[in-house]
């Protein structure tokens, strides 16, 4: 499939700009496709500046949460197989 942070000329992402249109359902599944909101378009703006509805912005902080919580879990991980392979 197409890469979910794809942005525009411009630097506006997929995200961003469903957001901001209003498809809750298209921004959505670019989230659970594992699109970013940390993707910043040309003028230093991310996903979540372009949030219009109320609803898009919760869909876009759990979003951010989720992706905080997988960074962390995949550290742990990667700090245990370091120890594995230490031995």
Not at 14 to 40: E, I, Q, T, Y
Request: glycine share 6%; with cysteine; proline share 3%.
């Amino acid at each position: 499939g197409a890469d979910p942070n794809t942005s525009t000329s411009h630097g506006i992402s997929a995200l961003a700009l469903a957001s901001h249109r209003g498809h809750f359902a298209c921004a959505r599944h670019l989230c659970n496709a594992g699109a970013r909101n940390d993707v910043r378009d040309m003028r230093g703006q991310p996903a979540m500046h372009y949030a219009k509805s109320p609803a898009a912005m919760m869909l876009l902080r759990r979003n951010q949460k989720a992706a905080k919580e997988a960074a962390k879990e995949a550290a742990k991980a990667a700090k245990a197989a370091s120890r594995v392979w230490a031995k």
